[in-house]
Structure formats: C-alpha cells, structure tokens
C-alpha cells in the first residue's frame, strides 16, 4: 500500500485505483459502473445528494495510518483475535440476535480484518455485506470469503472507508472497533464515517453502545517505581526545587 502525496484521496495502492474489488459479485461491479457514470454527469441532475457524497476533501492518509494499516497486514493479529472464543462468540450470538435486521438487508462491515464477522452476517442471512479494510488482510479475507463459497454475497473492498464507495445505502453497520481501555485504536471515528456516507435512517449498528467502567487502585511496586523514582531524582538534582 502507497499514500499518493498531494492527493486527498489518500489511501491508494500503487498502479491502482484508491479501493480494489474483490469478490464476483457481477451486480455490484455494474453498480459500480452505473455509479461512476452518475458521479460523470451533469450537476443539474434533480437526484438528492446527501451532503457526505457531495466532493468534500478527505482527511489524508498520515504515516501513523500506513503503520497501522502494516500492523494489522499479518494473520498473527488476527489468529489471536479469533481465537478469543469470548469475543468471537459474543459477536456471532449478537449477529445471530439480530438476524431480523439482517437477513435480506445490505451490510458493511468495518475494518473486516480476516472476514469472521463478514461470513457471520452471510450465514445470518444478508443479502450482501461490504467487508472493507484498508490492511493488506484484504487479500486474505477475499481467499477466506472464496473458500467459504460467499462471494456471491460478500465483497472486499481493500481501502479506507474514506476512500472506498459503496452505491447504495446500507442497513447494518458491524465493527469490532474497540482498542484497549475502549477507545485506544481510535477506529471509532471509521465507524462514524461508515455511518454519515452510507447508513440508511433508523439503520442498525453493532456495537451500538459501549460502558466503560474505572475503578481507583493501590499497587504499591508500581507507585515505587513511577512516582518515588522521580522523587529521588529530583532530590539529587534540585534539592531546593524538592523542598
């Protein structure tokens, strides 16, 4: 993966366009096509235009997102995630709680990684789910989604949700986006993103809500060894500063 300098599409592959497709789906490919002629007409078209699709510029794709995007490139991220049967499972039993709002309905799913939930939603009954990620675990997810026989319902878009389009609206949002302390990997700000370009009103996402709960500690060691350290230091250095 490549960021183009200067260009506020950001993410981008290098000799590619910003997103690749992966899948064959044939229907979303014409979709594609009947949107990029649409995207070429006159702006004199009386079609409504929500203010996210309109040419808004596209924050850039930064050094720390190209780290991070590497980080999650290998299976060993994602082998670990997976086999956390707590995590893994609790999303498939919400999946499966809300198959109403899924089967039949058009999903994305954000930052798709090895495609788990992506098959999840298919087996839940979805009529078609975006997996997108901007890792090159793209690739991989696309072999997993061949080798399950899905992608006449999933398609793998490789790029940023900033950067990838998706021609219609969709039903549900689903994204394991949550970090340590639950906001470190700050991929809430994607969903978000996901949320304004495509979600249809009144439309689902999972997670929805979160809770998170702080507690204050005495750890003796480690109050030792962050705080009396210093303490020592700076009654070495600047004994009048300290008193």
Not at 88 to 112: L, N, P
Not at 137 to 142: G, K, S, Y
Not at 157 to 177: A, F, K, P, Q, T
């Amino acid at each position: 993966m490549f960021c183009k300098e200067n260009n506020g599409n950001g993410y981008e592959q290098q000799q590619q366009p910003p997103a690749m497709v992966y899948g064959q789906n044939h229907r979303y490919r014409e979709r594609v096509r009947r949107g990029s002629r649409r995207s070429r007409a006159s702006s004199s078209s009386p079609l409504p235009v929500r203010v996210s699709d309109t040419d808004q510029p596209r924050p850039p794709c930064t050094d720390y997102d190209m780290a991070y995007f590497h980080s999650y490139a290998h299976l060993g991220i994602h082998q670990e995630m997976i086999k956390d049967r707590v995590r893994t499972e609790t999303y498939r039993e919400a999946i499966m709680r809300h198959q109403s709002f899924i089967a039949g309905k058009v999903v994305v799913d954000v930052g798709c990684g090895a495609g788990i939930l992506s098959i999840f939603c298919a087996q839940a009954g979805a009529k078609r789910v975006y997996a997108v990620d901007a890792s090159d675990i793209a690739l991989q997810a696309n072999e997993v989604v061949k080798a399950n026989n899905l992608s006449d319902v999933i398609v793998v878009l490789h790029g940023r949700v900033e950067d990838v389009e998706i021609n219609e609206e969709v039903d549900v949002i689903i994204s394991e986006w949550m970090g340590y302390m639950l906001l470190y990997e700050s991929m809430l700000g994607s969903v978000i993103t996901a949320r304004d370009r495509w979600l249809k009103p009144g439309g689902l996402i999972l997670p929805s809500s979160a809770t998170l709960y702080m507690a204050p500690v005495t750890h003796t060691d480690r109050y030792s060894e962050s705080v009396d350290f210093w303490r020592k230091v700076m009654e070495l250095i600047c004994p009048p500063c300290y008193h």
